[in-house]
């Protein structure tokens, strides 16, 4: 039997935490220290009527800025949502390679 070659514990925690993490574009201003706080009207319509997420909860905020910010929700209101900010990670999964596509023009018919 192959032996399976373990990721490193780090890289598993990782995994595990991304795999089942909701995430979200916010704007820089939203991220204050330790406190998150949502106030966009469509965000905060999809976190608390279409996921119907819940104090306690636990979502990704992405600021583009290249940090991901680990965030456990503590207010969840129609308005806004609050969260308090539990990890800062830099963000790794923006692809190495730059890709160029390019489109052929067809050619009109006769």
Not at 68 to 91: F, H, N, P, S
Request: aromatic fraction near 6%; hydrophobic fraction near 40%.
């Amino acid at each position: 039997m192959a032996k399976r070659r373990q990721r490193p514990a780090e890289s598993r925690r990782r995994a595990q935490a991304d795999s089942n993490t909701y995430r979200f574009f916010v704007a820089p201003e939203a991220v204050q220290g330790r406190v998150a706080q949502i106030d966009d009207p469509a965000l905060v319509h999809q976190l608390t009527s279409v996921l119907r997420l819940q104090v306690g909860d636990q979502i990704t905020l992405l600021d583009n800025s290249g940090w991901e910010y680990a965030t456990t929700l503590d207010v969840v209101e129609r308005d806004a949502v609050v969260g308090t900010i539990t990890g800062k990670l830099l963000a790794t999964t923006e692809p190495q390679l730059k890709l160029a596509l390019y489109v052929a023009l067809l050619r009109g018919e006769r």
